[in-house]
């Protein structure tokens, strides 16, 4: 399962620099994606996992920088905030740009994610989670080999984001996409991703490939193992915040 | 309420009593009234819900026909007033006079013909002013170059007020329907172009964010996130532009015309007819709320993904 075994890396970065005038938010970054890969990246508020992600979508214009990235020509984003256009129906914003041709797989990606006789809605009728399973659906008819996803569950409630990690996880088994989930949850981080990054000034200081089969159990003593090494490599003590 | 009378009251009294005793501050903290009198300290009692005493702040709940109760008032006082000779009828002549010089107007085709004229000169400065007022803040909002071009003038354009180039147009244009219904378009281009220009470059960053994530092409990203997304600004500006071109009707037909409602109030300020005047207010009122119900039908139509909860 070692990335270098697949034929060809979904996303491949060498040496990425990215600055703010004085300040360097990415420092000489590399990274190997392969094909399928869910790869969650951690860190602090401030850490520039933003701006990696903004780098990997190009939406990066007027940001200082060196260095080399290859990422798929099908590439998708589902950002922070559903980001769907209130003048349009679901259907509407699922098919964004591909016409009336779309309309038949806009349907069924809606089905996937179980919002199937919604198509007309506004989104303004839908619940914050409605609203981001049409950010989903909407990645998923165009079917990304690469899903960029910035912190997608951050402003649910805690139940909706439990239901959501659920059905991206069921998506991504379905799809097989790459993903590279921005996140400052550890558990969520845990429980998706196959490998998880952590980032901090810039620099990745960890890539820890996660080996638990089958469905993941916050009881589970590896979870628990896994968990307290990403806090302490975050700069937060566990123990400290048991014994608190 | 069934649970404390089912009760012995006084019993309750009683046992209450005892039991705030032992709830009772420590004697250095009890002030001598609070001592005297101890049911100052009884917990809230349990209220059936059905009978809350609080009111809710603001002022209440709507009363039915509310928005008819004044103007219906303001009938009644004016009918009174007319009845019992309060109101001279050459300053204000009873509501009856002014249905019958309705009724007159109508049955020799004088408000006909000068509502019609008004109408046109209105309908047509309201179009023209729309279209090339779109047309410009399209051109300016869409394009860097069609806005320093355009965004200029029309800045200038709106510091002068267009009642005060009436002398020039009408130098250019003459007096005829030209001048009028260009006086009006002058007037209505402003705020149609401001609004639509301003909501155009509002566009939320986001939005053109995702669709270069989606991979947009130009003319989608103008159908389906641009021009919907400026509708609103539109509509505001659309509003503004209704009553100015009501307000810049009464002034062109005011000062030159031989038709037209205007006109018809001019006229008869000459020979003192009040009812005629009064008719031709009334008229004007329709025509306002008439075209702002229009407009807010247009609203209601075009921003139904605004309502929350349609369902």
Redesign the interface.
């Known amino acids: 399962m070692a990335p270098h075994a697949r034929p060809l890396n979904a996303v491949e970065v060498r040496r990425l620099t990215r600055r703010f005038g004085e300040v360097t938010i990415l420092d000489n970054l590399d990274l190997e994606i392969g094909q399928g890969e869910f790869v969650a990246l951690l860190g602090k508020s401030g850490s520039g996992k933003s701006t990696f992600l903004r780098a990997l ?3 990066d214009y007027e940001v200082e920088g060196t260095g080399a990235l290859r990422t798929p020509e099908k ?3 589902v ?1 922070q ?1 559903a ?1 769907l ?5 679901v259907i ?1 914003n699922v098919t ?2 591909l016409g009336g041709a779309g309309r038949e797989a806009g349907r069924k990606a809606l089905e996937e994610v179980g919002l199937a006789g919604r198509e007309t809605a ?4 839908l619940s914050g989670g409605e609203q981001q399973r049409v950010a989903l659906a ?1 990645s998923l008819v ?1 079917e990304p080999a690469l899903l960029l996803a910035d912190e997608p569950f951050g402003a649910l409630d805690a139940l909706t984001r439990l239901k959501m990690h659920d059905l991206l996880r069921e998506l991504c088994t379905r799809h097989r996409p790459a993903v590279l989930l921005v996140t400052h949850d550890v558990d969520e981080a845990i429980s998706l991703a196959d490998r998880i990054l952590v980032l901090d000034q810039g620099r990745l200081v960890e890539d820890l490939t996660i080996d638990i089969k089958g469905r993941r159990n916050h009881g589970d003593p590896r979870f628990g193992a896994i968990r307290t090494q990403l806090l302490s490599r975050l700069g937060v003590d566990a123990d400290d915040r048991s014994a608190a | 309420m069934t649970y404390v009378s089912s009760s012995p009251s006084r019993g309750l009294d009683v046992l209450d009593r005892e039991r705030l005793a032992s709830f009772a501050p420590p004697a250095s903290h009890a002030s001598p009234t609070s001592h005297s009198s101890p049911t100052s300290l009884r917990p809230p009692a349990i209220v059936e819900t059905s009978t809350r005493r609080r009111r809710r702040l603001g002022p209440g709940p709507a009363i039915p026909f509310g928005l008819q109760i004044g103007p219906i008032a303001l009938l009644l006082t004016w009918t009174a007033g007319s009845t019992f000779g309060l109101l001279d009828p050459r300053i204000l002549p009873a509501p009856l006079t002014i249905v019958a010089t309705f009724g007159d107007l109508i049955a020799d085709g004088r408000l006909q013909s000068n509502f019609l004229t008004s109408s046109v000169r209105a309908l047509l400065g309201l179009g023209f002013g729309i279209v090339i007022g779109l047309l410009l803040a399209v051109i300016s909002g869409l394009s860097r170059i069609g806005e320093a071009f355009i965004d200029g003038p029309i800045q200038i354009k709106r510091a002068v007020p267009t009642l005060a180039m009436i002398p020039l147009l009408m130098l250019w244009l003459g007096i005829g329907e030209t001048m009028k219904v260009t006086i009006i378009t002058l007037g209505v281009v402003v705020p149609i172009y401001m609004h639509t220009h301003n909501a155009l470059r509002a566009i939320d960053e986001r939005y053109v964010e995702l669709a270069e994530t989606l991979s947009m092409s130009q003319r989608d990203f103008l159908v389906q996130v641009i021009l919907p997304g400026a509708v609103p600004g539109f509509l505001l500006g659309l509003r503004f532009a209704v009553t100015l071109c009501w307000v810049s009707l009464v002034v062109v037909e005011q000062i030159n015309a031989t038709s037209g409602l205007g006109y018809m109030i001019e006229l008869a300020r000459t020979y003192g007819q009040t009812q005629i005047i009064i008719v031709g207010l009334v008229v004007y009122a329709f025509l306002g709320l008439a075209s702002d119900g229009v407009v807010r039908l247009l609203e209601r139509r075009l921003l139904s993904w605004r309502r929350t909860l349609a369902h």
């Not at chain 1, 506004?122 to 009728?125: A, D, L, R, S, T």
């Open positions: 979508a190009g939406l590439l998708s984003v950002f905030d980001r256009l209130p003048w349009r129906n509407q964004l740009g506004w989104p303004i009728q909407r165009r």
